[in-house]
């Protein structure tokens, strides 16, 4: 079975520019969440998708958005990119049934370097 | 707002040793869940044990186990006969049980891990 998959894997980008990363769920997963980990620092919380509508938003600016698709695949946008942007942006499916949660699936992610 | 720390930023163990790793959060929910990730040079984060807060039972999954102390808010995790595959990051991070639907995990700054010969 795959797992959560990322594109791309690496990307470099100009200051100013917007960037649209990729991410697919485990088959059957329904929930899809976006996090941004700074070198050194743990994941922070950007958004979470499930059953495409936004359920979740973190403390990050309106240049960041996101939405996910009839197949439950989701995209991250982040506009006029900014240095402190760079980061690796992982992507992370759940099976959320009803209260039960299973669990997260992490991808690999997508490491962006704004220069 | 839920925090978590991790007040080790660099531990080292020899292999076959036993190490633990700390952690301390600080909610004032009831209900929640918190998990140990590792994270190795390829960047995705594992999972690597699991605990609910209502149970008394500390979790175990082979080598790794956790001492949970609900009142101290304290979730350690101890790594036994220690194998070099255990080297990378660890974090230690936090859930509310609350709608199901949305399960925002929040993040330790993590511990580095090495395993020497």
């Known amino acids: 079975d795959a797992g959560v998959t990322q594109s791309p894997t690496h990307l470099i980008k100009t200051r100013g520019q917007h960037v649209t990363l990729r991410c697919s769920p485990i088959?059957?997963?329904?929930?899809v969440s976006w996090y941004q980990q700074v070198l050194g620092q743990g994941p922070q919380f950007i958004f979470q998708?499930?059953?495409?509508?936004?359920?979740g938003r973190g403390n990050f600016p309106d240049r960041f958005s996101a939405r996910q698709f009839p197949n439950y695949s989701s995209e991250l946008n982040v506009n006029a990119l900014l240095l402190g942007d760079s980061a690796l942006y992982l992507c992370a499916s759940s099976a959320a049934r009803g209260s039960k949660w299973d669990g997260y699936t992490f991808g690999s992610g997508t490491r962006l370097t704004v220069v | 707002a839920q925090t978590v720390t991790q007040s080790q930023p660099e531990m080292s163990v020899q292999e076959a040793e036993t190490v633990t790793l700390s952690c301390t959060y600080d909610?004032?929910?009831?209900?929640?869940?918190l998990f140990w990730y590792k994270q190795p040079p390829s960047r995705q984060m594992i999972l690597v044990i699991r605990q609910e807060a209502y149970k008394q039972q500390n979790a175990t999954e082979n080598r790794f186990s956790v001492n949970f102390q609900k009142a101290a808010k304290s979730f350690s995790l101890k790594i036994s006969d220690s194998q070099l595959g255990d080297a990378a990051m660890y974090f230690c991070?936090?859930?509310?049980?609350?709608?199901?639907?949305?399960?925002?995990?929040?993040f330790g700054t993590g511990t580095r891990l090495q395993v020497t010969l």
């Open positions: 991070a936090y859930r509310r049980e609350n709608t199901g639907t949305a399960s925002k995990l929040t």
């Open positions: 088959s059957g997963h329904k929930s």
């Open positions: 909610t004032s929910e009831s209900d929640y869940y």
């Open positions: 998708y499930y059953e495409k509508e936004e359920r």
